[in-house]
Structures are given as structure tokens and as C-alpha cells.
């Protein structure tokens, strides 16, 4: 499978008061064609501010590219023209957000701002516009589609303008979706409705980077798991090997935290701790703050990115030779 994007040495700093802070630390992935994979981590880890780099959505200032590359059809998005880039906004990578508001207008009817956004990447009359609309509508299973075309997003539901993002960000038919967090803001049986209906409508040729902090999410979801602590991409690895093979304490810390059915009734096992701020990380690796293997090695020196084979990388020194 060939490689769809391919992010290179991404570091994002932010200018904050009282000094900068670095909120992505030199991260390395890619994505293959047909690929879904998840980005998974606590909060403030920058999963965010990864995916938001990507299409340059970040504000700049206070956010600021500190080094890397994002290679999207052999050309770096970082220097495309704003022509270009808003070719590619949309029409090649598509986003959906946690939050559909944050990206519906709230004072346009929905029929309006897919018309909108169809006629800016396709040569079509409004009727042709309003008819997709529609379609789309349908196959995201609203059922009363037309009367929902001229309905405000404050008229629907959380549930209901979520599939209306993913129904605007689908009908563009991109190669890549970003999805942030698409269903924290929904009660858990919308949650699985909406990601069923993700897998669906995303065909199989179209790759999708999930981002979450659920392990139950990527277990139902993804091909890949990337492993993101405290701005660093600390393990990455298929499916498979994240869940059966975890090398990194965190990434073990937080298989333990998945809820099991027969747990249900029990505690759940939780990390220790919080993640530090993004002005106080540890000198050393970044999780020696909470990890129950930490040594001196750990707290003083940063270990390295070691590769355990082609698709399996993990940060950590017990996976290196010389060991913690
Ligand atoms: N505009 C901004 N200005 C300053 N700092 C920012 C800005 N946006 C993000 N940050 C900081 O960057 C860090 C990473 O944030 P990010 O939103 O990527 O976290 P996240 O992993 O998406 O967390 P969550 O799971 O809560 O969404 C955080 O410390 C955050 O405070
Ligand atoms: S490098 Fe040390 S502190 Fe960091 S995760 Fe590995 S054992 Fe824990
Ligand atoms: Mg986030």
C-alpha cells in the first residue's frame, strides 16, 4: 500500500505568556490509502494541534510550524499557495470535529451551506446542489432530509448535526478524513450509530486519521494506533501489536484503563497522575513523571525512538539494548 500522507519531523510551538511551549515534538507518521488510523492520548497531548497542522489551521500567531513537512501527493501542504491549499481543504482531506457547530454557520440554513460548499468544488447549478444535499442527508439516515435542508443547525439535534458533518465532509468524496473526537459530545448508543455509519459512507479507498482518548474506539475502528504522550508520539504500531504486544508503560497504562464487560461492575484501572504541562515536561522521557519503571536514566536522559520491526516503533529505554 502506498503511502496517502506523510508527516515528517512536526514540531508546534505556541507563544504563550511567560515563554513558549512546544505542543508537537518532532512526530513522524503516515497514513496508506484505505488506512484508518487512530490517534489516541490524554488530554492536552496535542492530538489536536497534530491535526490541525495538517490542513495549516492552526492561528499563527501564537502558533508557530518549529520544523517539518507534510507530504500530500509528493507536495509539502506547508508551502502550498492558499489557492492550492484550499483545493486541498475540503475536496482532498475533510474534517470533522468534535464539536459540529464549531464548523457548521449558525445562522445559515443547512440546504445552504451544502450548496455553498459543493458549488466551491464542483461546476454545479444550485437545484443539482440542493438534490445532492438531500441524498446526502438520506444516506447519513436523516430521514425527513428535504424539511432538514431548510432547518437552522440550533433546530437539530447534537446527534443529528454530526451526521450533517459528516455528510458535508463525505460528499466531497476526499482520500483523507481527519475525524477529532467526532462523538465525544454524543450519548454512547448515538456514538456507535455514528461511527457505524462513518465506516459506511467512507468507501473503501478513502483513509481516515481517528482521534480519540478511547481504546474501545480505536479497537472497533482502526488498522494503526499511534500512541501520542505529552506532545511525543511515544509507540506506533497495527492493531494488533498495540493491543497484544503494547511495549510503552503508557500505552500499557491505558489498555489496562478499557473498561471490560465482566469489570463493569469493579474499578477500572487509571494512570497515576496527570500530564504535566506543556512548560514543566521532565527533562528525560516525558513519562517519568508517572511511570512505575522510572529510574534516573529515565528522569535525566530522553530515550530514543526504537524500532521493533517495519510498523512497530516504541519511545522508551526498556525496548532499547541497554535497557532502562
Ligand atoms: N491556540 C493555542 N494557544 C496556546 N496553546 C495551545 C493552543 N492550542 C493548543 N494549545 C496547547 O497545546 C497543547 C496540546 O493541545 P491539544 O488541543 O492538541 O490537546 P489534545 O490532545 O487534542 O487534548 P484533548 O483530548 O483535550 O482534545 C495543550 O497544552 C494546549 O494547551
Ligand atoms: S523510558 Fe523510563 S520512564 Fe520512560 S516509559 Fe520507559 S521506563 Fe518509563
Ligand atoms: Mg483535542
Given at each position: 500500500?502506498?503511502?496517502?500522507?506523510?508527516?515528517?519531523?512536526?514540531?508546534?510551538?505556541?507563544?504563550?505568556?511567560?515563554?513558549?511551549?512546544?505542543?508537537?515534538?518532532?512526530?513522524?507518521?503516515?497514513?496508506?490509502?484505505?488506512?484508518?488510523?487512530?490517534?489516541?492520548?490524554?488530554?492536552?497531548?496535542?492530538?489536536?494541534?497534530?491535526?490541525?497542522?495538517?490542513?495549516?489551521?492552526?492561528?499563527?500567531?501564537?502558533?508557530?510550524?518549529?520544523?517539518?513537512?507534510?507530504?500530500?501527493?509528493?507536495?509539502?501542504?506547508?508551502?502550498?499557495?492558499?489557492?492550492?491549499?484550499?483545493?486541498?481543504?475540503?475536496?482532498?482531506?475533510?474534517?470533522?470535529?468534535?464539536?459540529?457547530?464549531?464548523?457548521?454557520?449558525?445562522?445559515m440554513k443547512i440546504g445552504n451551506q451544502i450548496s455553498?460548499?459543493?458549488?466551491?468544488?464542483?461546476?454545479?447549478?444550485?437545484?443539482?446542489t440542493w438534490?445532492?444535499g438531500v441524498?446526502?442527508l438520506?444516506?447519513?439516515?436523516?430521514?425527513?432530509a428535504e424539511?432538514k435542508m431548510n432547518s437552522?443547525?440550533?433546530?437539530?439535534?447534537?446527534?443529528?448535526?454530526?451526521?450533517?458533518?459528516?455528510?458535508?465532509?463525505?460528499?466531497?468524496?476526499?482520500?483523507?478524513?481527519?475525524?477529532?473526537?467526532?462523538?465525544?459530545?454524543?450519548?454512547?448508543?448515538?456514538?456507535?450509530?455514528?461511527?457505524?455509519?462513518?465506516?459506511?459512507?467512507?468507501?473503501?479507498?478513502?483513509?481516515?486519521?481517528?482521534?480519540?482518548?478511547?481504546?474501545?474506539?480505536?479497537?472497533?475502528?482502526?488498522?494503526?494506533?499511534?500512541?501520542?504522550?505529552?506532545?511525543?508520539?511515544?509507540?506506533?504500531?497495527?492493531?494488533?501489536?498495540?493491543?497484544?504486544?503494547?511495549?510503552?508503560?503508557?500505552?500499557?497504562?491505558?489498555?489496562?484503563?478499557?473498561?471490560?464487560?465482566?469489570?463493569?461492575?469493579?474499578?477500572?484501572?487509571?494512570?497515576?497522575?496527570?500530564?504535566?504541562?506543556?512548560?514543566?515536561?521532565?527533562?528525560?522521557?516525558?513519562?517519568?513523571?508517572?511511570?512505575?519503571?522510572?529510574?534516573?536514566?529515565?528522569?535525566?536522559?530522553?530515550?530514543?525512538?526504537?524500532?521493533?520491526?517495519?510498523?512497530?516503533?516504541?519511545?522508551?529505554?526498556?525496548?532499547?539494548?541497554?535497557?532502562?
Amino acid at each position: 500500500m502506498s503511502n496517502l500522507i506523510e508527516i515528517k519531523n512536526l514540531t508546534i510551538s505556541f507563544e504563550i505568556e511567560g515563554g513558549k511551549i512546544i505542543a508537537v515534538d518532532n512526530s513522524s507518521f503516515e497514513i496508506k490509502r484505505g488506512q484508518v488510523v487512530g490517534l489516541v492520548g490524554e488530554s492536552g497531548c496535542g492530538k489536536s494541534v497534530t491535526a490541525m497542522s495538517i490542513l495549516r489551521l492552526l492561528p499563527m500567531p501564537p502558533g508557530k510550524y518549529e520544523s517539518g513537512e507534510i507530504i500530500f501527493d509528493e507536495k509539502n501542504i506547508r508551502t502550498l499557495s492558499i489557492p492550492e491549499l484550499n483545493k486541498v481543504r475540503g475536496a482532498r482531506i475533510g474534517m470533522i470535529f468534535q464539536e459540529p457547530m464549531t464548523a457548521l454557520s449558525p445562522l445559515m440554513k443547512i440546504g445552504n451551506q451544502i450548496s455553498e460548499t459543493l458549488q466551491t468544488h464542483h461546476k454545479m447549478t444550485k437545484a443539482e446542489t440542493w438534490a445532492c444535499g438531500v441524498e446526502w442527508l438520506k444516506k447519513v439516515g436523516i430521514s425527513d432530509a428535504e424539511q432538514k435542508m431548510n432547518s437552522f443547525p440550533f433546530e437539530l439535534s447534537g446527534g443529528m448535526r454530526q451526521r450533517v458533518m459528516i455528510a458535508m465532509a463525505q460528499m466531497l468524496e476526499p482520500d483523507l478524513i481527519i475525524a477529532d473526537e467526532p462523538t465525544t459530545a454524543l450519548d454512547v448508543t448515538i456514538q456507535a450509530q455514528v461511527f457505524e455509519l462513518m465506516k459506511e459512507v467512507r468507501g473503501n479507498e478513502s483513509s481516515m486519521l481517528l482521534i480519540t482518548h478511547d481504546m474501545g474506539v480505536i479497537w472497533e475502528n482502526c488498522d494503526r494506533v499511534i500512541v501520542m504522550y505529552a506532545s511525543q508520539i511515544i509507540e506506533m504500531g497495527s492493531l494488533h501489536e498495540i493491543f497484544t504486544d503494547a511495549k510503552h508503560p503508557y500505552t500499557q497504562g491505558l489498555l489496562k484503563a478499557v473498561p471490560k464487560l465482566d469489570e463493569q461492575m469493579g474499578r477500572m484501572e487509571t494512570i497515576e497522575g496527570n500530564v504535566p504541562a506543556p512548560s514543566n515536561y521532565p527533562k528525560g522521557c516525558h513519562f517519568s513523571t508517572r511511570c512505575p519503571h522510572a529510574t534516573d536514566k529515565c528522569h535525566n536522559k530522553k530515550p530514543p525512538m526504537t524500532i521493533i520491526n517495519d510498523s512497530h516503533k516504541v519511545k522508551c529505554f526498556l525496548a532499547t539494548e541497554e535497557g532502562v
